[in-house]
């Protein structure tokens, strides 16, 4: 918001204060300043001046030769212009003068000596459009005066970025506030005083509000005899200052009002109020009003208008109705001050596209008690203008109003949270400053603070007068606390150190998916959660599978033309069932790649995985249920007689789906499961003393026997000096009868305090042979 020094100086005295200094200690003090602008600073020796004689010029048709008092000297200036006349006064810039676009040296013009120029407001920097002819006038004026102080030009304007929670210093009345309590000064502000004129209001309008939740206070006044003209300088001055175009004296009334009281206002032909009554009403579905900048809108059922008895004449708290708009001929007005719903004010502005001063100042939540002031002192101006009659009596429509919020007062408290020694003297008297009531140890909140709720908000309230920045700075004292990741944290960490040192790259993928999702990995839709407010059909469920995300992100690899693409992603999935409604939450490591690799490959880096966890004993057995994988290239991962993984190539036709035209492998491993496994201690063990025996064995067994079968025998062998096993050759022959494979492992024995002999270790191997031949059948291979 842009605000002149000059208006703030009317509520406090601060003319012998630089603008540098207060933009900075209003910052300081919570009203940030983002820049000073100091108009005028590029004009130097303009003066005012008078023009005495206009003749033309002897060389020249277009050129006339003016002789201009300029109160000190009369000077002779060679001019095109042709807009004046002698006897009117203009703005003289002298030879040495300064202006934005350059300096202005005395010369000769086709022959004739001209020791200035007369200059028109482009000139001068005040309007960006070029203008037609000099700038003239014709009220009596000092001469030889700085231009800049005649037209209010030497002036500095402040431009401070008012944060959302403080639509009370969306005022000038509420920044002088701030000033006054920065830089403790007087605040003054005058009770207006309206003079009316005789009549009664309920002989013109009457007021009726349909819903006081939309419209909490309706308050108006009727002005007669209304005389449409401009708006004086000054004040044309100030509100272009602050960015508003003047227009007249009615409409810059009203602006110049919601600028010093932050309080939007506007004003109604009152002749086009059909049925002399204005309701307060949403409106109509479908129905139709053009607003004052001449666009149509359609409305809908939600959208709050202001409305006489046949149609709506101005969108509530957003923009009036082109119907209704001050005219030149206007006699009759309406002034209405009124307080709406921040929500539906921000919801008609947002839906129709329209953002305004008036619908920016609302949508923050305005003061219901701010709109009989602001309303008197546009009345007050009227009359000071002599542009109206004001009609007696007011209509104030008016809802019960929340009361004012009563905070416990606690000096002692406040010094504690902030860690200061402030007087609570001092407390009291900036609480006071700033519009709160003491009433021994309660604070009284002001009707505008609706921010203020608790004891931290008064603590901040008077930590940022008194001053951030004497506030000393401590190390924290408090009970020290160190911070440590939890088991699952670590395991977490170690599965993505794991996978990155393996060559893959992490993903993260939304929670949300499409139910099309299943139909694409050829499976049965579960019972999934469906999302109550979905941005749209593709996010509208949250996952119970998490490898249709991975898939997707291969897809899209894939479609870039990325070689190949090795990804994985700790990824939680949702399922019904939970507590109270609430979901179950899973989490799942899903690996998803493509490239110059095969099943084994996946395979090994889930091997590595289970070998960093310290999982050694876990069951591989075929897959071939799962729609997702190739029947023939899957496996299932068991540990603790529980499904842990399944890890394979994916279905053809899944990938097909996906749009992936290359041979892809995925996994999905439940990490909840591994976390109930994993055995991250790590014990020492002394290097042998005594040599290992090998023994090496073929067995016959028929082909639907695993190698895992065999070696969870292995594990399980009671001899306690097998040490390892290591499978290196299957083979399947004409040595090998038909439904059978020889299987070879090489067997490893050690005893930690002997030097094995051949009888235990043959009776070791015949305790295994025994094992082997009863629970699969397996024969030696002689």
Not at 682 to 694: Q, S
Not at 698 to 720: C, H, M, W, Y
Request: charged share 25%; aromatic share 6%; hydrophobic share 40%.
């Amino acid at each position: 918001m842009k605000v002149p020094l000059s208006w703030i100086n009317d509520y406090v005295d601060i003319k012998d204060i630089s603008p540098e200094r207060y933009a900075e200690d209003m910052t300081m003090s919570g009203s940030k300043v983002e820049g000073v602008e100091n108009t005028g600073e590029n004009i130097e020796g303009v003066v005012t001046g008078r023009i005495l004689k206009i003749e033309p010029h002897p060389n020249a048709d277009k050129l006339v030769v003016c002789r201009v008092d300029v109160g000190d000297e009369v000077l002779q200036i060679v001019t095109g212009a042709d807009n004046m006349k002698e006897g009117d006064f203009v703005a003289v810039a002298k030879d040495g003068a300064t202006l934005p676009g350059g300096k202005i040296k005395k010369g000769k013009l086709r022959g004739v000596e001209s020791c200035g120029m007369m200059c028109s407001e482009d000139e001068l920097g005040l309007q960006e459009e070029r203008a037609h002819g000099i700038m003239v006038w014709s009220k009596e004026t000092p001469l030889g005066m700085d231009i800049r102080d005649y037209l209010g030009l030497n002036e500095s304007i402040v431009d401070f970025e008012i944060t959302s929670n403080r639509p009370d210093c969306l005022s000038v009345i509420g920044l002088a506030r701030e000033t006054a309590v920065t830089l403790g000064r007087d605040f003054n502000v005058k009770t207006s005083c309206v003079r009316e004129n005789g009549g009664n209001i309920k002989d013109y309008i009457s007021v009726e509000v349909k819903d006081e939740r939309l419209c909490p206070r309706y308050s108006c006044r009727v002005v007669r005899n209304v005389k449409i003209q401009p708006s004086p300088e000054w004040m044309q001055r100030r509100l272009e200052a602050c960015g508003i175009r003047p227009i007249n004296n009615i409409v810059d009334i009203t602006n110049y009002v919601m600028l010093e009281y932050g309080q939007p206002m506007h004003a109604f032909d009152l002749r086009t109020i059909s049925g002399k009554k204005i309701i307060v009403r949403t409106a109509n579905e479908s129905e139709e009003m053009t607003t004052l900048d001449g666009t149509r809108h359609t409305l809908g059922s939600d959208t709050l208008v202001i409305a006489d008895s046949e149609k709506p004449v101005a969108l509530a708290g957003v923009m009036g109705g082109e119907n209704s708009e001050i005219a030149d001929d206007t006699t009759e007005i309406l002034l209405e001050s009124a307080n709406f719903n921040a929500v539906a004010v921000r919801s008609a502005a947002k839906m129709l596209g329209l953002r305004t001063e008036s619908s920016s100042r609302f949508e923050k939540g305005l003061d219901a008690a701010n709109t009989i002031p602001a309303l008197e002192r546009a009345c007050e101006l009227i009359c000071e203008f002599d542009a109206g009659e004001v009609v007696s009596g007011i209509i104030d429509v008016c809802a019960p109003l929340r009361p004012n919020t009563e905070i416990p007062f606690n000096a002692e408290e406040i010094n504690s949270f902030l860690g200061t020694n402030i007087d609570k003297g001092f407390m009291v008297e900036t609480l006071k400053a700033l519009g709160f009531q003491i009433n021994g140890d309660i604070v009284e909140v002001p009707s505008y603070r609706g921010d203020v709720e608790g004891m931290a908000d008064l603590a901040e309230e008077i930590a940022r007068i008194y001053g951030y920045n004497k506030i000393p700075s401590r190390l924290y004292t408090g009970t020290a606390t160190i911070g440590a990741k939890n088991e699952k944290q670590h395991a977490e960490d170690l599965v993505r150190s794991t996978f990155t040192a393996l060559g893959l790259s992490e993903i993260i993928t939304y929670s949300m998916t499409s139910p099309q999702i299943y139909d694409k990995l050829s499976i049965p839709r579960d019972d999934y959660i469906e999302i109550s407010n979905p941005l749209g059909e593709e996010l509208s469920i949250l996952r119970t599978n998490a490898i249709g995300s991975a898939l997707e992100a291969l897809s899209v690899n894939y479609n870039r033309r990325i070689d190949e693409a090795f990804l994985f992603e700790l990824a939680t999935t949702y399922h019904k069932g939970g507590e109270n409604g609430l979901a179950v939450e899973k989490q799942q490591i899903i690996i998803a790649m493509y490239g110059n690799i095969d099943y084994y490959n996946i395979k090994g880096i889930l091997e590595q995985l289970f070998e960093v966890f310290g999982i050694t004993a876990f069951d591989i057995e075929p897959e071939t249920s799962n729609p997702i994988f190739h029947g023939g290239q899957t496996a299932k991962i068991s540990l603790r007689r529980q499904t842990a993984a399944i890890v394979g190539r994916i279905h053809p036709m899944v990938a097909k789906n996906f749009g992936i035209g290359k041979d892809c492998y995925a996994a999905a491993i439940d990490f909840d499961l591994l976390l109930k496994c994993i055995k991250l201690d790590k014990k020492f063990r002394h290097l042998p003393k005594y040599p290992a025996v090998t023994r090496d064995i073929a067995l016959i067994v028929p082909d639907e026997v695993t190698a895992a079968q065999i070696e969870n025998i292995f594990r399980k062998s009671k001899s306690g000096i097998l040490e390892n096993y290591s499978l290196f050759d299957v083979y399947k022959g004409k040595q090998v009868e038909e439904g059978c494979k020889s299987i070879a492992y090489a067997l490893t024995f050690r005893a930690a305090d002997r030097t094995l002999t051949d009888e235990e270790v043959n009776a070791a191997m015949d305790s295994i042979l025994s094992e082997l031949d009863k629970k699969l059948g397996a024969k030696l291979r002689l």
